[in-house]
């Protein structure tokens, strides 16, 4: 019940332990096709270009980055947390400027004044948020955010590792031109893959790129064709077989299960949570409208010690809890509610043992 | 039986369903730890910073490039192949300037060629080509090209992705500098991870860069702390927790077997093919002393139907051979004897199948 990853169904773990097959055997091609659709289901979407990255979130923001962003161009980041810190040093790395719009940590972008920067700068190409910040617990107002984007003429960039699939996303009603998650949240995959999607508007932006994308292992222009279901699957690297066996299944169980069904279940969950460690006296991070369900930000409780209670909960109920990140590091406990985790049972038991653990 | 991913053992697949448990777990560092050693083993190499990337062999590449060489430095780049071109294009997205010696595709990099480029590009300052094309399944001659970088004052890039675990490689002894690999061919892991290895000059290289890395998932500086062994594991990124149990156990059936003895296996079982092959009357593309016994490129009989063949091997013995690639699209097959495939059934399978697809 760390941020990440979360718990996995038994029958995803099984699906990874299938024969490998080759990356372009029919079988597997068809299989990548079933991903496809259902990733679109996930993202609630009908973007052509949505796929399955070969490696983690953190290469999936990358790949939004590196293939939209030119050197020279602005774009607009909002920091509310670590991983839109993390937006402008990939940013920067392109040789791009990041106007960056500063929220505190735990709480939500504050969308007046990125509406303030983006009248102020005008000539900004994107806008860059993160919607669920895992450092902090808390969620932005993405469809406001999309739809000032939209407004200023920008092209939106949005980080959904950790919210896709617990909490509302709509990547077509909301007007998000390039979005990344991580299969590890709440699609309770394995880690290592990023769900990936682009608006058309986006895909144009990079087909009509002045320049060559830095980077060759993300250059997404080489692996449309692979993806488009279009003409020959053409070889760009070796797909990583068994993690996508997995996400297949996993993306099938949140088929099964319905993504209002799933939010609404991670909801639950929290809100269970929420009264357990309101009994226990302990704090949320994030005023209680900004709090994402899957990810619960806590302050530590006085005189407790961070470390000891960790190691106490792992080494004795084999239940890890995630410690604070940048600013929190210290201050703060992780819980996640993700997924295959959302579960009363874990709830109970994290509430019981963080109980014990205190009382130590 | 394809160039790749070859086939997993039933533990190695059987490993990567175990629960996963978090990156920064006690449990799971202390695996790390064995990775490292385990693939310093195979890698035949003391060198501290030794590593599996969290992504496949073509981002190891570019982990290699894009960590070493800065925009406007000349890299010395061998060509006999697919591989040796996509190096070309890593170099030029750096900035920096590529210049190629050119072999004939289906040869060993000419190593008289390559001393001339080096003495013609006195400021070059890095010498990087391919071991085993997975293209043309030659083999260059490793030893004497990174003897031949060190008398020129270059550091060695050598890809490995084909040859790790599969012919002798001995990166200490002939002095490479840095070396990326596949998890998915001779090691018969599941695609995904690139093991990496860089000398203590190269290590010194990266710690005195003048610019930034240009990628951020990909810079080794934010990583070696949390390889390191060293004081605190930092947070990166979530690590493909399940791949790594994959690879930690195909490397222990690596160490278990010998890495002498692996490289043998696998000259034995092409000496089987070759034998079967040649009864067929079906010829090698590559001369015989610079073949690799892990990738065996012959040339498409005359009369036989490239696609047809395979897809009646895939259809009738659930076999995979892979198709000619760049310069050999349509004239070639290529049959990979890697890792847990390389065995003497499947060789016998694969003769016989392939001596019934062509009497079809």
Known sequence: MGPGPSDISPEVLSALSRPVIGHLDPLFVGMMDEVKALLQYAFQTKNEFTIALSAPGSAGMEACFVNLVEAGQKVIVCRNGVFGDRMIQNVTRIGAEAIVVDSPWGRAVEVDK??????????AKFLAFVHA?????AVSDAKSLCALAQKHDCLSI???VTSLGGIELRVDDWGIDAIYSGSQKCLSCVPGLSPLSFSEK?????KNRKSVVQSWFLDQSLVMSYWSGKGKRSYHHTA???????????LIHLHNEGIENSWARHRKQ????AKGLNKLGIEFIVPKEERLPQLNAIYIPEGADDAKVRDYLLNNYNLEIGAGLGDFAGKAWRIGVMGYGARSENVALCLTALEDALNQ
């Open 114 to 123: 990125v509406e303030q920067a983006l009248i102020a700068n005008p000539d």
């Open 133 to 137: 910040e895992t450092s902090t617990g």
């Open 158 to 160: 949005v980080d959904a």
């Open 202 to 206: 986006a895909v144009h932006v990079i």
């Open 240 to 250: 990583p077989v068994n993690s996508l066996y997995g996400l297949h299944e996993s």
């Open 270 to 273: 929290h809100e269970l949570l």
